[in-house]
Every structure is written in C-alpha cells, then in structure tokens.
C-alpha cells in the first residue's frame, strides 16, 4: 500500500538535545512537507521541498533543519535552539504536478520534550 | 499573503441532523484550492472533499459537499445525517497556485461533537 510513514508515533526528549524525526514516503511524490500543531490550533508549515536535494523554509523554521537526499525520505531535525519543541509534528506530500491538489499526511509524531 | 477563517471554535449536532462549517478565506490568487480534513483524536489527517477556484459547481463527495460562494470568499463544509463517528476536528485548507509550491494555509479548525 503507498502512503506516508513517520516514527515513531510518540518522542520523549530532554531539553537541549537534538532530535530527528522520520518522514518516508513510497507515492513517488515529489513535494514534501512538514508541519508543526500546538493543541487545539491549525498546522502551520515549516519546512517543504519541492525535489531532491532541495527545501526552502515555510513559515516556522526558526530552530528546525531538514534535508532530502533522496525523493522518498525527508527527515526532520528538532535542535535545542527550537523553543518550545513540545507539539505534534505531521509530515505531508503532493506530487506536484497541475492536478495535484491534494496533500498526503503522514500518522504524525508527537514530541515531548520536558 | 493567504488567510483561512474559522469562526466556530465548537460545535454540536444531534446525530441524523446536517451541520455546516463556516470557513472564509483571503488571497489574492486568481488559482487556489479549498481542501477539508478531518482530524479524529488520533491525530491523522483525512482528507475530505476539495473545490477549485475555477470549479463552476460546488464540491460534494458522499455526505459532505462544499457551499462554495467565490464573491464572498466562503469555502462552508455541509455535513449531513451526521453520524457518531463525525466527532471530531475540521480543518478548512487552502492552496495556492503550483507557483506557490503547493504549500498550504490552515484554519485554526473547528471542533464537531455529535451528541446521540
């Protein structure tokens, strides 16, 4: 079945370490993103990219990094410089041709950080 | 710059009844999408219907369907005979243009209880 994967489903972390979280997809799809959620809020963006070996920041990137070496993963980097790293992190992908309107969401990872 | 509004921060519906969320919008693109999702307490995102800016009827995909009124820059989602199972969070969504990256702009949702 194609779809997106994150792992894991829950994070704990102590404050002032690094941590990664996992994003692979097999949709062949070649626009990803992610997302950050605070409680009873919307998603607002953080990181996407548009192909292979290239992200450009969205609207939150502030204390986060990310790479895409390869078109199916896209790994997300919480740092210590992230102040308030506790929240719900989803992963999404569109093919991104002119009919891909519709974004493909991973099951998401909630980070604790304490 | 593009907004999504939702101004219900809650609502309830009586199982079997149809409910409407309201969702406004703002761009200055003359190509968008409208998307809804449902998010269930487990977190997932699921995708529920969408409506193109250029569509000239509104959306419907089974029980939900779209009142899409563009002068007003309204994108209401229409649930009918709610069921148990519509508990949950509802996000209104919208895309830009490919020039834009596909990234998307999200509500601050709307939270359905659906009371038997």
């Known amino acids: 079945d194609g779809g997106i994967t994150q792992s894991p489903k829950y994070l704990f972390r102590k404050e002032g370490q690094n941590v990664t979280l996992s994003c692979e997809q097999n949709?062949?799809?070649?626009?990803m993103y992610w997302y950050r959620q605070d409680p009873g809020q919307g998603l607002r963006l953080i990181y996407y990219s548009q192909i292979v070996n290239d992200f450009q920041k969205g609207d939150i990137a502030e204390g986060y990094s990310v790479s895409r070496e390869k078109k199916e993963s896209f790994p997300l980097t919480v740092t210590s410089a992230q102040k308030n790293p506790t929240a719900f992190y989803l992963c999404a992908s569109n093919s991104g041709g002119a009919s891909s309107y519709e974004q493909y969401f991973g099951p998401g990872t909630r980070l604790t950080v304490t | 710059a593009q907004k999504i509004t939702q101004t219900q921060p809650g609502m309830f519906v009586q199982e079997k009844e149809a409910v409407t969320l309201d969702c406004t919008y703002d761009t200055s693109d003359p190509s968008y999408g409208l998307f809804w999702y449902k998010q269930p307490s487990s977190g997932e995102m699921i995708f529920l219907i969408y409506?193109?800016?250029?569509?000239?009827q509104n959306a419907t995909e089974g029980r939900y369907s779209l009142n899409f009124q563009k002068a007003r820059k309204s994108a209401n989602l229409v649930i009918s005979a709610s069921q148990l199972g519509d508990s949950a969070m509802y996000f209104c969504a919208m895309r830009g243009p490919n020039t834009n990256a596909g990234k998307s702009t999200f509500g601050d949702g709307t939270t359905l209880t659906v009371k038997p």
């Open positions: 949709l062949n799809h070649d626009a």
């Open positions: 409506q193109g800016s250029y569509d000239q």
